[in-house]
């Protein structure tokens, strides 16, 4: 059964299950820490057709199900087992979360080669730069910059680090299985080496950075924050944190930061000499819903 798209069209859902006869494989997919930029061993997959996540539904009961294990989804199950012991709570960013999470439990527990972590909290988002491509309400939903804990992160490691991996493209496509994996594992465990290697510089490097961003980021919000009606700004941290909470079972909880604003009507005065436009804008006065 196909999952109704919600969101736009990518080429992630599109070409999923685009069946290649010639190929064995047709790309590979990974997972990573954002914060670190490292790839999380055991949970590199191969596709044979794409990212599929098709979901599959048992058959009456569950021993009459196929065992079939989608590609991302063995991904997210083996990254969310691998050294997380004692952690609560995790964030999944994926480019097109808003589909792929959907019926995502449901996909792990009909399948017995998947598990989802029960005792961890986990959120999902979407990187920075793949979430504007989206529908409007998935930025609110899903963007981590409303993600608390989240930090300032855009979700877009894995893209510096396929820009890298990319580069052994051609001379892995010839290999046998054995010798491609042999390949891929060794360029992955070197990439993760060099983040280790120079973690320390390059903390104390944007620690820096950091503090002095934090300070002016501070200055300007208390400015903005100081020129709202204390009551206003209270009614929307009120709405801020409910929000917060019912966001893991229903996500348009998020929507108060889609911010909309009125266009202002536009009058057309043409005559056979000229054209003007005149732009009558909307009382300057009226304050838009949602948090600041």
């Not at 010639?22 to 990212?51: D, K, M, W």
């Not at 979360?97 to 909290?121: A, D, I």
């Not at 009382?283 to 948090?291: E, I, L, M, N």
Request: charged fraction near 25%; proline fraction near 4%; glycine fraction near 6%.
């Amino acid at each position: 059964m196909k999952q109704k798209v919600t969101c736009n069209q990518y080429d992630a859902i599109n070409k999923a299950n685009l069946l290649r006869p010639h190929l064995i494989y047709t790309g590979i997919g990974a997972g990573a820490c954002s914060r670190h930029g490292c790839f999380v061993p055991h949970c590199v997959v191969n596709f044979q057709r794409g990212e599929r996540s098709v979901v599959d539904f048992p058959c009456i009961t569950l021993h009459l199900m196929i065992p079939r294990q989608m590609n991302m989804d063995y991904c997210v199950s083996e990254a969310l087992k691998f050294n997380t012991k004692g952690i609560k709570r995790s964030i999944l960013l994926y480019d097109i979360m808003c589909q792929f999470w959907k019926n995502l439990q449901r996909r792990f527990r009909g399948n017995p080669y998947l598990s989802f972590p029960h005792t961890m909290e986990v959120l999902r988002g979407i990187g920075l730069f793949h979430v504007h491509g989206h529908k409007d309400e998935c930025y609110g939903r899903f963007a981590p910059t409303f993600i608390p804990g989240a930090g300032m992160v855009d979700g877009e490691v894995l893209e510096t680090l396929w820009a890298v991996l990319n580069g052994i493209a051609d001379s892995i496509r010839s290999q046998s299985t054995a010798h491609r994996q042999e390949s891929l594992d060794d360029h992955m465990n070197d990439s993760n080496w060099k983040k280790m290697i120079q973690l320390i510089y390059r903390l104390c490097k944007k620690y820096k950075k950091a503090v002095d961003s934090a300070k002016a980021s501070q200055i300007d919000f208390s400015n903005i924050n100081d020129s709202a009606d204390p009551e206003v700004v209270a009614k929307w941290s009120e709405q801020e944190m409910q929000a917060q909470q019912d966001r893991d079972e229903h996500e348009e909880a998020m929507d108060i930061y889609d911010i909309k604003i009125s266009k202002g009507e536009q009058c057309f005065n043409m005559t056979d000499e000229s054209m003007s436009l005149t732009i009558v804008r909307p009382y300057q006065g009226q304050a838009t819903s949602g948090p600041s």
